[in-house]
């Protein structure tokens, strides 16, 4: 069965630093694209950032781009979202989601709080 | 990057009625569109791919179609567990945009 769960969330000042992390269970991880997805209280969805499957592409949102990092370590099943430069623009449940071929988030975690707050 | 509409943004509805919500794109997207279902409290959901496909084990009274710039999802028969937000998603190109979503509420 497909679990992911994320982790890393909390509080922080404006200008603070978080790393976020998505533990991958029950696929083989290396196989899939990786997706970070957020949501801010009361609003829509908002894709954030894209890893591919082979590691060899990334994408990121304008919202976020030269802030935040998208990386993997396929050794821990585990996807992360280095969060540099947090504005309160930045409060939201992050999600993160699978990629396989043209199924896009086929599944997600629970989400991790992110509050961005002095 | 790619617009994505939909309308309306909220609607009220019965058990047993044919709902229908709409996702227009700002340019051509082939058939690139995904939509989803959103319970209060709950991750997304994925319910069709492609614009018409229907991810394994998602009722069949749920429905997708469109290409181009214009998508519909329908619920042929709503159910008492249907009522949720529902966000088309464009994943064309980056950066992947979502809808503003549609509120479907008794």
């Known amino acids: 069965q497909v679990h992911l769960v994320e982790s890393g969330g909390g509080m922080v000042p404006p200008g603070g630093s978080l790393r976020l992390s998505c533990v991958a269970s029950g696929f083989i991880f290396s196989d899939y694209g990786m997706h970070w997805v957020r949501q801010a209280p009361g609003r829509g969805l908002e894709w954030v950032t894209f890893l591919r499957y082979d590691g060899s592409t990334i994408h990121y949102a304008d919202s976020v781009k030269g802030r935040f990092t998208i990386s993997r370590d396929i050794s821990k099943n585990t996807l992360y979202l280095q969060m540099n430069g947090l504005t309160t623009e930045d409060t939201a449940l992050y999600y993160c989601a699978r990629q396989f071929g043209r199924l896009t988030f086929d599944s997600w975690g629970q989400g991790t709080q992110v509050t961005v707050s002095s | 990057a790619i617009q994505m509409t939909q309308s309306p943004s909220s609607l009220s509805a019965s058990v047993g009625d044919r709902v229908t919500i709409t996702c227009r794109a700002s340019q051509g997207i082939r058939n690139d569109v995904d939509w989803y279902q959103q319970k209060p409290g709950e991750a997304p959901k994925l319910l069709i791919y492609a614009a018409s496909t229907l991810q394994s084990g998602v009722p069949s009274r749920f429905s997708g179609s469109g290409s181009g710039t214009d998508f519909t999802l329908t619920i042929s028969s709503l159910q008492p567990e249907d009522f949720a937000t529902y966000y088309c998603?464009?994943?064309?190109?980056?950066?992947?945009?979502f809808g503003p979503g549609t509120k479907v509420d008794i």
């Open positions: 998603l464009q994943d064309y190109n980056y950066p992947f945009t």
